[in-house]
């Protein structure tokens, strides 16, 4: 960070500008790694959490410039959520399929609320991986309250989109950064989100 400030984010040798990603990537990581830690303390849930957290921001990344969430990148992240449930015992390998299944189950409804609606495919098959892997670390009631505030997060970037005029109807929006951004606040402020909810439902 300190040498593309010093450098102006340009190149030392050739002079071409530094796309400026990388220094976010580098600051919210640290950012990440340092909140997570004054979290968790140095115990398992840092450690989950740091490898969920590394996942979630690289597939905003790419998935923002790309409009593609890869198999590289699912895959051993649904490796390292199922060996970190495992430490768990069978509580935790429950705890995650049923985190898996309830992310799945909601993206589906979302797809098909979402081909009714725009008379097309309006979920990737990337973001179905995703949620496996989401549920795998978050587990079924987290799960989806991240999806929730997925959900929510979303409509409003959409809607602040297209009544700016920088988006048109039926434009394609990559949703992999918005349930990486529902499942940073569930990570952050779970304890916050699940008061919030309990208190909700003591309403009924």
Sequence with gaps: ILSYLALKGRCRKCGVRISPIYPFVEAASAAMFVSLYFLHGLSVYFISDVFFGCILLTMSVID??????PDRLTIPG??????MALVFGIQGIVRAVGGALIGVFLLLIMALAGRLLFKRESMGLGDFKLVIVTGFF???IENLLALMFAV????IWGFIRL???KTEP?????????????????MFFKREVMLLVTTYLSFF
Excluded at 64 to 69: S, T
Excluded at 152 to 155: L, P, T, Y
């Design 163 to 165: 009544s700016t005029g």
């Design 170 to 186: 039926g434009d394609e929006i990559p949703f992999g950064p918005f349930i990486a951004a529902g499942c940073f606040i569930v």
């Design 78 to 83: 649904g490796v390292l959520g199922l060996i």
């Design 64 to 69: 923002i410039r790309y409009m593609i969430i």
């Design 152 to 155: 929510f997060i979303g409509g």
């Design 138 to 140: 978050l587990g079924p």
